[in-house]
């Protein structure tokens, strides 16, 4: 018996002789076939002992635990033998999360550090690890697998991913985003998943000053201009960090009950808005029928029928822009949302694009609007530090939309271009990105400071003056 422990063994009956080959059989971490061989041996005993259990809707852990124990009682029972103890409690994690979790995925899912998943195929798994983007070690065994393991996320809301619906949106029971991709889209990896996990802790400004991504005058800043009731533009490319952002911004909506009531509404439900009075909204995809769709805009249009002080929207990205821009003029202060652009010039352009899009205002009209309805615009990026090398998400640009035309040139003093549509916009904090400094520009947004005085949360005007501290803002 010491020699089966100290070769870590993992059947400890003492009435089976260590020498009987016969009646042993040893798993190395290189037999895979034995194991999926063993693996296809339990599921089959598994389904038969526990049919009526795996029929339930949703399961606990004394499901999974009853389980659990049913395999080790079964690898014991029949005398097999794992190299290794890590080996052992791999194969049994990996058969319990194969039925009641996600598979190999699960201690992904599981794992803090872990932001974003990539499933590729069978073969290729990344994993965003803090920032870092990696090659899993994991695999799957073949398509069938994966195809399984995406129809366990879509059963419990009623929708299918095949061929003839190869794109499929869709969140996991703890608010984590999924977009699947099947063949024949995905004709070169076969199925593909992406995931992207909810955030379960709500990331604050103040974390962004901690880990580097913003300072504190621009915290400070941030967080008085949403007290008032800036109305705010997220902008930033894709895994910039955008919805991370707009979270942490709602953070900084006033909780007083009763004094703002928030609508947020989200393809896929992630904002943390810690205010007693909201509502929050999700958009609904069409059932098998093709029928059944509420799209974001059409739950604006719903939002302002039950009068909101404020709608957050998660993402901008169609015909919705042009409800936003009524939502903005109509004396709704504070509307946030995010928008798909790599700076704020584009964010513009693409945002009076979608508006046209919806065939009601040309997208000339949409920027005059679009200065109107917005106050500022902050920018995000996912770029390597100059210094240590890692990849991070950071605030580079907070801007004031200053105007569209010759009023707004004016106001700033420059020459204007011949074109009464161009928007204006000025920084205020701006990131130098080659030494990775923070710095602020000097300008002081007086339209903002007048709205924030009416509002009576005015706000620190030292926030705005260049401190000649070397490397601060």
Same mark, same amino acid.
Request: aromatic letters at 8%.
């Given at each position: 018996?010491? #020699?089966?422990? =100290?070769? @870590?063994?993992?059947?400890?009956?003492?009435?089976?002789?260590?020498?009987?080959?016969?009646?042993?059989?040893?798993?190395?971490?290189?037999?895979?076939?034995? !194991?999926?061989?063993?693996?296809?041996?339990?599921?089959?005993?598994?389904?038969?002992?526990?049919?009526?259990?795996?029929?339930?809707?949703?399961?606990?852990?004394?499901?999974?635990?009853?389980?659990?124990?049913?395999?080790?009682? #079964?690898?014991?029972?029949?005398?097999?033998?794992?190299?290794?103890?890590?080996?052992?409690?791999?194969?049994?994690? !990996?058969?319990?999360?194969?039925?009641?979790?996600?598979?190999?995925?699960?201690?992904?899912?599981?794992?803090?550090?872990?932001?974003?998943?990539?499933?590729?195929?069978?073969?290729?798994?990344?994993?965003?690890?803090?920032?870092?983007?990696?090659? =899993?070690?994991?695999?799957?065994?073949?398509?069938?697998?994966?195809?399984?393991?995406?129809?366990?996320?879509?059963?419990?809301?009623?929708?299918?991913?095949?061929?003839?619906?190869?794109?499929?949106?869709?969140?996991?029971?703890?608010?984590?985003?999924?977009?699947?991709? !099947?063949?024949?889209? =995905?004709?070169?990896?076969?199925?593909?998943?992406?995931?992207?996990?909810?955030?379960?802790?709500?990331?604050?400004?103040?974390?962004?000053?901690?880990?580097?991504?913003?300072?504190?005058? *621009?915290?400070?800043?941030?967080?008085?201009?949403?007290?008032?009731?800036? /109305?705010?533009?997220?902008?930033?490319?894709?895994?910039?960090?955008? &919805?991370?952002?707009?979270?942490?911004? &709602? $953070?900084?909506?006033?909780?007083?009950?009763?004094?703002?009531?928030?609508?947020?509404?989200?393809?896929?439900?992630?904002?943390?808005?810690?205010?007693?009075?909201?509502?929050?909204?999700? &958009?609904?995809? $069409?059932?098998?029928?093709?029928?059944?769709?509420?799209?974001?805009?059409?739950?604006?249009?719903?939002?302002?029928?039950?009068?909101?002080?404020?709608?957050?929207?998660?993402?901008?990205?169609?015909?919705?822009?042009?409800?936003?821009?009524?939502?903005?003029?109509?004396?709704?202060?504070?509307? *946030? /949302?995010?928008?798909?652009?790599?700076?704020?010039?584009?964010?513009?352009?693409?945002?009076?694009?979608?508006?046209?899009?919806?065939?009601?205002?040309?997208?000339?009209?949409?920027?005059?609007?679009?200065?109107?309805?917005?106050?500022?615009?902050?920018?995000?990026?996912?770029?390597?530090?100059?210094?240590?090398?890692?990849?991070?998400?950071?605030?580079?640009?907070?801007?004031?939309?200053?105007?569209?035309?010759?009023?707004?040139?004016?106001?700033?003093?420059?020459?204007?271009?011949?074109?009464?549509?161009?928007?204006?916009?000025?920084?205020? #904090?701006?990131?130098?990105?080659?030494?990775?400094?923070?710095?602020?520009?000097?300008?002081?947004?007086?339209?903002?400071?007048?709205?924030?005085?009416?509002?009576?949360?005015? #706000?620190?005007?030292?926030?705005? @003056?260049?401190?000649?501290?070397?490397?601060?803002?």
């Amino acid at each position: 018996m010491n #020699y089966i422990q =100290s070769k @870590k063994f993992m059947f400890e009956n003492a009435n089976i002789s260590i020498h009987d080959e016969e009646e042993k059989k040893k798993i190395y971490p290189t037999d895979t076939d034995k !194991m999926d061989e063993l693996e296809e041996l339990i599921k089959v005993e598994i389904n038969r002992e526990f049919h009526i259990l795996l029929q339930k809707d949703k399961f606990d852990d004394s499901d999974s635990l009853k389980v659990r124990e049913f395999i080790k009682e #079964y690898i014991k029972n029949n005398k097999y033998f794992f190299q290794r103890a890590e080996d052992y409690e791999l194969f049994v994690d !990996m058969i319990v999360n194969d039925i009641f979790g996600l598979g190999v995925l699960e201690g992904y899912i599981n794992n803090p550090e872990i932001q974003e998943i990539w499933v590729l195929g069978p073969k290729n798994i990344y994993i965003d690890r803090l920032g870092k983007r990696e090659l =899993s070690p994991l695999k799957f065994k073949n398509d069938k697998i994966i195809v399984a393991m995406i129809n366990k996320i879509l059963a419990p809301i009623n929708r299918k991913a095949d061929e003839s619906t190869p794109l499929v949106d869709a969140r996991l029971a703890d608010g984590s985003r999924v977009a699947i991709t !099947m063949p024949p889209i =995905s004709f070169s990896n076969g199925p593909e998943i992406v995931i992207r996990k909810f955030k379960k802790d709500k990331f604050t400004l103040d974390n962004y000053v901690e880990i580097g991504s913003a300072n504190r005058r *621009m915290a400070d800043f941030l967080a008085a201009s949403v007290r008032w009731g800036a /109305s705010i533009l997220v902008v930033g490319g894709t895994s910039s960090g955008k &919805t991370t952002l707009l979270n942490a911004l &709602t $953070n900084e909506i006033p909780r007083d009950f009763g004094e703002e009531h928030v609508i947020t509404i989200e393809d896929s439900a992630e904002l943390i808005v810690g205010n007693p009075f909201l509502q929050s909204w999700e &958009t609904k995809n $069409n059932n098998s029928e093709g029928r059944g769709e509420i799209d974001s805009s059409k739950l604006v249009k719903h939002a302002l029928r039950n009068s909101p002080d404020r709608i957050i929207l998660g993402e901008i990205r169609d015909k919705v822009s042009y409800d936003v821009l009524q939502v903005a003029i109509t004396g709704h202060k504070g509307t *946030m /949302s995010t928008i798909h652009a790599d700076n704020a010039a584009k964010a513009v352009d693409r945002f009076s694009t979608l508006a046209g899009s919806a065939g009601i205002i040309s997208a000339e009209d949409a920027r005059k609007l679009f200065a109107d309805a917005f106050d500022l615009l902050v920018v995000l990026e996912r770029m390597k530090h100059p210094v240590t090398g890692e990849y991070c998400r950071v605030i580079t640009q907070i801007c004031h939309v200053v105007g569209v035309g010759q009023v707004a040139a004016e106001k700033l003093g420059v020459k204007s271009v011949d074109n009464p549509t161009h928007v204006y916009l000025q920084d205020i #904090y701006k990131l130098d990105k080659k030494k990775f400094v923070f710095k602020t520009t000097g300008y002081i947004p007086k339209e903002l400071i007048d709205k924030a005085n009416v509002e009576n949360r005015p #706000y620190d005007l030292n926030l705005f @003056k260049i401190e000649k501290k070397k490397g601060d803002c």
